[in-house]
């Protein structure tokens, strides 16, 4: 990904009823003269907002820096005037992945570290996932680091109905938090309960890779996971060719309950690392997902050439409507 400088638009759109074009009600940057990278924005209950990302800058709008990149939280009002911002972290690098607002009124967020010292403890080697809990001012309440020896990386992260946390996430690790992998990259389920310690965690995939982008609690009290594979054995079958979407419905303590693979012969991925929610529940238990495909064949239908936008209505069971 481009580490481009943060010039973070938020734009409400107002049309009229003659249709006029939709106009920016306002606009603002943060950051500093290095370069800053915002990854997730969600509205607060005050029609505020609150955005998080990595900060490698230490000045302009940033008023510390513990070295590298540090998660960076900035609270701001309806109209984007900053009411707070912080960084968290240590002295090697950060970066936030996914922030939610709380019932507390306070703030989960999580991302990838690589540090051990000053904000993060607990590093478990290379990169691990970090979840951070924050009261409504952005003071840390818990900090917790889980993973293994190798890689980590964290996507989403939501609040459950228990007042716990699901991440979704990816490891190639097999020691430290992650009882098992299937080989390369797979697919990290990680159920927190609402002061961080570990109520069970899972590795979904094949011996190839896997990543999510998004996960969701279902109203029977389980998970649905979207993300992609380029496996076709292990927990993954039904591959079309290259990397698929991959769908999968889990129970409330991490069973498989079915999984699909959707797409064709060429690739099809989704947007993950970055709290980007690809997958939508209806209000009838069916499912909305969102990415891009360059396939002409297989369940991919139409494509104009080189990678399109690629929809999916889905059944409660991940068939295609």
Known sequence: ?????????????????????????????????AADDARCVRQTADSGYIIVGAAGSSNGDITSSYGGNDF???????TGGIVWQKNYGGSLSEAASCIQV???????VVGSCKSNDRDVTGNHGM???????????????????IGGSDVEQSH????????GYIIAGNTASSNGDVAANHGGDDIWIVKLTSTGAISWEKTFGGSSDEAPSTIHQTADGGYIVFGQTESNDGDVSGNHGGGDYWLFKITSTGGLSWQVCLGGSGDEENAG???NDCLQITPAGEYVVAG???????DVTGNHGSFDYWVLKLTSTGGII
């Open 102 to 108: 709380t019932s507390d009124g306070g703030y989960i």
């Open 1 to 33: 990904m481009k580490h481009l400088t943060l010039f973070f638009m938020l734009f409400t759109v107002a049309a009229s009823s003659y249709a006029q074009a939709p106009h920016i009600q306002w606009q603002k940057p943060y950051g500093g003269t």
């Open 273 to 275: 690392e970055s709290g």
């Open 156 to 163: 989403y992260i939501e609040q459950t109905a228990d007042g």
């Open 72 to 78: 960076w939280v900035v609270r701001t009002t309806p």
């Open 127 to 145: 990169h691990d996932i970090w979840v951070v809990k924050l009261t409504a001012t952005g003071s840390i309440t818990w900090q917790k680091s």
């Open 292 to 298: 891009w495909s360059n396939s002409t064949d297989g």
